[in-house]
């Protein structure tokens, strides 16, 4: 009897659902849901966060920011960061994002209270965040 090795790289292309742990390797595309309330990490394993929410530019399509957040318990007291998205890194098969940062780092940014987002078009904000986060304000 033959038996086939399966090739996950070549049957993702197909659009044929796949299981088992490599089924989504190489990782190319991921759900807004599948991504919100995933946990960020730095290399050190340190804890620093879950992915709140996405902050998406209606105009380029781009995803710009994953709101984090950080220091609640149970979901009560902590804070919202708005992150640049391309500081996250895919954790393969362990839905964690790697975020190359300290806790202080994090805890220094830009951030915001649950109940008082900042304005969608509030260049203020999120020029400061990009200028912490060393990126080129974007218009």
């Not at 659009?15 to 490599?22: A, I, K, L, R, V």
Request: net charge negative; no cysteine; hydrophobic share 30%.
């Amino acid at each position: 009897m033959r038996t086939f090795e399966k090739s996950f790289e070549v049957d993702n292309k197909t659009g044929t659902n796949q299981e088992g742990p490599d089924a989504n390797r190489p990782l190319e595309r991921l759900t807004a849901t599948s991504i919100i309330g995933d946990k960020v990490e730095n290399p050190q394993g340190e804890d620093l966060g879950t992915i709140d929410n996405l902050m998406i530019n209606v105009h380029s399509g781009r995803i710009e920011y994953a709101v984090l957040e950080y220091g609640s318990f149970l979901g009560i007291g902590g804070k919202l960061f708005a992150i640049p998205f391309e500081e996250l890194r895919v954790a393969p098969g362990r839905h964690v994002f790697i975020l190359n940062r300290d806790k202080e780092y994090l805890r220094m940014s830009p951030g915001f209270d649950k109940n008082h987002w900042p304005d969608t078009n509030d260049h203020t904000y999120y020029g400061d965040v990009d200028s912490y986060w060393g990126y080129a304000a974007v218009p």
